[in-house]
């Protein structure tokens, strides 16, 4: 439990920082509390730090310091297996779709349960009748016909994938989900989309979704909480009604864009 | 309109002098070879006599059943050889080839897996054989773990390679979801991997088969035996058969290996 004791947030990152070359932080000192419910925009400026924060939670990055905690475990110190244990729980959705390319698109949604997999049943492709139900349900549920499942995933096309990478972190059963750029790699009309779907999936199963975005209109849209950030520190946080363009203009700099 | 030229202008293509001075250096070098090894039109005209003169005795091919039936049976252990060498290569190179992949695992495991894999290169084959048929005693045994240890330096080095330039994306989405180091090998590496592996091993195939015919000479079984105890005979006739069944040989292996290949892709 983190120790100022807030027992509702279900993701407390407390004091991270990191560095990936000594003395030049990209992250300093970011302190947040992420409910249980509700879809947080996090804005900012490319290279600002927000791709590294939201990969600190999952341990895809090392923090250099700091807490993190989720499930009553301090992320930012876990390793090995404890760490994999973690990690089932949050699920993931990422700028470049992160498929596996060479495999079929019902391969790709089960990776989502690989974390509850022996090695055997893994290479066998031995999932149960449960998974592979729900992996057909989800291919369905994220707007994609059943007859996509055997088909390569290198054939579909980017909001295709980007749907895809969506249900494989459903599958996961995550208590919580991270998307960083989820819309960045698309075109303004499957931007729209993909945000509908995953802000929409994630409300029907209570899910909570920490979203990386540079669209501030996206975020204003979507988000319940806007977290702005520049240089590597928490600028904003609040409200979407709240963010005005003076705030925008600290987070981005400049104003010509406005 | 143009204007006046500009003096201050670099050339487009400037002199490149120390590859002048290469280039210049290689020609040098070639000539003064040619002339300390002999190499020179007076000595390949004198030595065109005599291999018109081996031709002249090659052919016919001879086709006698005995010769034919001893061909068969050493041409069928080569095939042997290079089976199963390749197989047993091949799947030792899978852990040498991944343990030698700087992306993947810690870097003094993969120092030491690439210095495994650079002493199965350094030897020529026919010198591995040797190394056996001393060890080991003469026969199919040694010509093919000879073959077993250059395949595992070939592949693994190249295996290595392939690995090494996979998507990270990829490995990242699958460690996301929690699962297991080997669960990731199984379902991010394996699949960008395993097509240009099997292209490979289908290669090594190839170059087995070829060197299977080899490793006899120096009594590590299979065709050579024959085809040198024929040279030292001077049965060139016997040498044209057995030359022209180890082409026919290779070319069907070819044909067979680039229709694998494009299945695999």
Redesign the interface.
């Known amino acids: 439990m983190p120790r100022n004791g807030q027992e509702q947030a279900l993701l407390s990152i407390r004091h991270v920082r990191k560095e990936y070359r000594p003395g030049e932080p990209v992250l300093k000192d970011i302190t947040l509390d992420i409910d249980a419910h509700g879809v947080t925009a996090i804005i900012g400026p490319s290279g600002t730090g927000k791709s590294t924060l939201i990969r600190c939670i999952?341990r895809?990055v090392n923090p250099t310091a700091g807490e993190i905690w989720f499930g009553g475990q301090d992320l930012a110190r876990l390793e090995g297996h404890a760490l994999?244990?973690?990690?089932?729980?949050?699920?993931?959705v990422?700028q470049?779709y992160?498929?596996?390319?060479?495999?079929s698109v019902i391969?790709n949604v089960l990776?989502?349960?690989?974390?509850y997999?022996p090695?055997w049943r893994?290479?066998l492709r031995q999932f149960s009748e449960t998974d592979i139900a729900r992996a057909f349900e989800l291919i369905e549920a994220v707007g994609l016909s059943a007859d996509f499942a055997t088909r390569r995933a290198d054939q579909l096309s980017g909001g295709q994938r980007q749907r895809i990478?969506i249900a494989?972190a459903i599958m996961?059963d995550p208590a919580l989900i991270l998307a960083d750029e989820p819309t960045s790699s698309l075109d303004p009309k499957t931007s729209v989309e993909i945000m509908e779907l995953l802000t929409g999936i994630a409300a029907d199963r209570g899910i909570p979704v920490v979203i990386n975005i540079h669209n501030v209109e996206l975020a204003k849209r979507y988000a319940g909480r806007i977290i702005g950030m520049t240089g590597g520190q928490v600028v904003y946080d609040g409200a979407p009604d709240g963010l005005t363009d003076h705030h925008l203009k600290t987070i981005y700099g400049g104003e010509m864009w406005l | 309109m143009n204007g006046p030229a500009l003096p201050s202008r670099p050339a487009a293509f400037p002199a490149n002098w120390p590859v002048r001075i290469a280039y210049a250096g290689l020609l040098v070098y070639t000539l003064y070879v040619c002339s300390i090894l002999d190499v020179s039109l007076a000595r390949l005209i004198s030595g065109l006599d005599h291999a018109a003169k081996l031709f002249g005795r090659m052919f016919p091919p001879n086709s006698a059943p005995d010769k034919l039936s001893l061909i068969a049976d050493g041409m069928i252990e080569s095939i042997q050889i290079a089976v199963l060498s390749t197989f047993l290569g091949t799947l030792l190179s899978l852990p040498l080839g991944l343990a030698a992949a700087r992306n993947l695992v810690p870097l003094w495991l993969a120092s030491a897996a690439r210095m495994v894999i650079a002493v199965c290169r350094s030897f020529h084959p026919i010198i591995i054989s040797i190394l056996f048929v001393k060890a080991v005693g003469f026969g199919a045994l040694a010509g093919m773990l000879a073959l077993v240890i250059s395949s595992m330096g070939f592949v693994s080095k190249l295996f290595a390679e392939i690995l090494e330039e996979i998507?990270l994306?990829?490995i990242?989405?699958?460690?996301?979801?929690?699962?297991?180091f080997?669960?990731?090998l199984?379902?991010?590496v394996v699949?960008?991997v395993?097509?240009r592996f099997i292209g490979l091993s289908v290669y090594q195939f190839d170059s087995n088969l070829r060197n299977s015919t080899m490793v006899g000479i120096v009594g590590g079984g299979g065709i050579g035996a024959a085809l040198f105890t024929a040279y030292q005979r001077f049965d060139y006739d016997v040498v044209l058969t057995i030359l022209l069944i180890i082409i026919a040989l290779i070319i069907l292996c070819e044909v067979a290996s680039s229709r694998i290949r494009l299945v695999t892709q």
Request: aromatic share 4%; glycine share 12%; charged share 25%.
């Open positions: 999952n895809l994999r244990m973690a990690r089932r729980r949050i699920g993931m990422f470049e992160n498929l596996v390319e060479r495999l391969e990776s989502g349960r690989l974390g997999l090695v893994a290479l990478g494989r996961q | 998507s994306k990829q990242e989405a699958i460690r996301a979801t929690g699962a297991s080997t669960n990731v199984i379902f991010a699949p960008q395993i097509g």
